[in-house]
């Protein structure tokens, strides 16, 4: 990790189109030397952005593959800059947890984005299971499971409370005639290290040793069991499935 970090410059004149998907403003844009970004902004006076560059510097430290994140400004707005993993080879297609989900599980709601308690870890197994060894074999569903293992350490870590069914996905390609599929990088890493604590509540916390108790009682995204009424902590989850 770098003493300190660049800060991009997204020229107004890049700007492609909004992404939909997902909860903050953002929109992708094309830079002429590094390809197809998307630029999102932090919301209000929370830290996402910053939280999305050093969550990508600690997966990075970690070995796990990761989302290219940098800091941006665009017209003098702060926010981060994401390169896309979509567009490493012709044809690679991005398909989210909800989608295989969909696919898998009996009744699942691919819409249902709160309170999904069907976004459970067992359920995840099954998704990545069933569509990994249809297409590879059992033993590449099984070391995607392993990646995706790692996903959770890195969120426990981080206290990313919002590994939802649309955070997560395969990513499609068509190799030589064949589909592969892989895991796609980990990406969307806003909603962690604290992102959303003004100083004064951070510096609180810090001062009478609270931090355990704060990461402990976030709920996260992946549910336990399906009849539980709050994701689970990402670092209970972590705890529990060791
Ligand atoms: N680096 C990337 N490469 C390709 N696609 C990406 C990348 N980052 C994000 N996306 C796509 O854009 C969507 C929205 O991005 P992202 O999840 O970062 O936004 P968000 O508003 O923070 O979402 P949420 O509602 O989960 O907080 C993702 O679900 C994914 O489909
Ligand atoms: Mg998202």
């Not at 990508?56 to 390169?83: N, Y």
């Not at 390609?173 to 959303?196: F, I, N």
């Not at 916390?205 to 402990?216: D, H, K, R």
């Amino acid at each position: 990790m770098s003493g300190e970090f660049t800060v991009v410059e997204v020229k107004s004149e890049w700007e492609r189109e909004s992404e939909d998907m997902g909860s903050k403003r953002k929109f992708w844009y094309n830079n002429p030397d590094s390809g197809n970004l998307l630029f999102k902004y932090p919301r209000g006076d929370s830290g996402e952005h910053w939280a999305e560059k050093i969550a990508a510097e600690v997966a990075e430290i970690l070995g796990i593959e990761h989302a290219i994140v940098e800091l941006a400004v665009f017209e003098g707005r702060k926010g981060s800059t994401t390169r896309s993993f979509t567009n490493v080879g012709i044809g690679t297609v991005l398909i989210h947890g909800n989608q295989l989900l969909e696919s898998a599980v009996r009744s699942y709601d691919p819409n249902k984005k709160f309170g999904q308690s069907s976004h459970t870890l067992e359920n995840i197994w099954k998704a990545l299971d069933s569509v990994l060894s249809a297409l590879h074999d059992s033993a590449k569903a099984k070391s995607t499971k392993c990646r995706f293992a790692d996903y959770l350490i890195l969120d426990a870590i981080i206290g990313n409370t919002d590994r939802h069914h649309e955070n997560w996905g395969l990513l499609l390609q068509l190799s030589d005639g064949k589909v592969v599929v892989d895991l796609a990088p980990t990406y969307d890493h806003a909603s962690s290290l604290g992102r959303e604590l003004s100083d004064t509540k951070r510096e609180r916390l810090f001062a009478n040793n609270q931090i355990g108790p704060y990461v402990e009682r976030a709920p996260g995204a992946i549910y336990w069991s399906e009849s539980d009424t709050r994701g689970m902590s990402p670092i209970e989850l972590v705890r529990r499935s060791g």
